[in-house]
C-alpha cells in the first residue's frame, strides 16, 4: 500500500499560476503510471494529466497550460499550472494504481477567481 499526500493548492487569480505536489510514502516504480484529477462542486470527477514510462498525456482542457512530471526517485509527482482559469477551480487528486489496487490523496483546493 502507499499513502498519498498533495500539496500546493490555493486562491490564485485568473492567467496565474500553481505548482501541485503529491507525495508517496514510498517510491513508485516507473512501471507504474502516476496522474492527476480533479473534481468541481457538482461534477463528476475528471481525469486531468497523466505520467507514465511511455510518456505523459492531457485532458484537451488542459493542454498546453499543465505540466505533469516525477522526481527521479519517483516519489514525488508535479503538476505545473499555467494560465489558470476560472473552469480548472476544483479539488485536485493524486492518483496512483499498484497490482494492490488504485490509491488516492485527500486532494487539494485550487480555486481561481478575480
Known amino acids: 500500500q502507499v499513502q498519498l499526500v498533495e500539496s500546493g493548492g490555493g486562491l490564485v487569480q485568473p492567467g496565474g499560476s500553481l505548482r501541485l505536489s503529491c507525495t508517496a510514502s514510498?517510491?513508485?516504480?516507473?512501471?507504474?503510471?502516476m496522474g492527476w484529477y480533479r473534481q468541481a462542486p457538482g461534477k463528476q470527477r475528471e481525469f486531468v494529466a497523466r505520467i507514465s514510462r511511455s510518456g505523459t498525456t492531457y485532458d484537451d482542457s488542459v493542454k498546453g497550460r499543465f505540466t505533469i512530471s516525477r522526481d527521479g526517485a519517483y516519489n514525488m509527482v508535479y503538476l505545473q499550472m499555467n494560465t489558470l482559469k476560472p473552469e480548472d477551480t476544483a479539488v485536485y487528486y493524486c492518483?496512483?494504481?499498484?497490482?494492490?489496487?488504485?490509491?488516492w490523496g485527500q486532494g487539494t483546493q485550487v480555486t481561481v477567481s478575480s
Open positions: 492518483n496512483v494504481v499498484l497490482l494492490s489496487g488504485s490509491y
Open positions: 514510498r517510491s513508485i516504480p516507473s512501471f507504474n503510471a
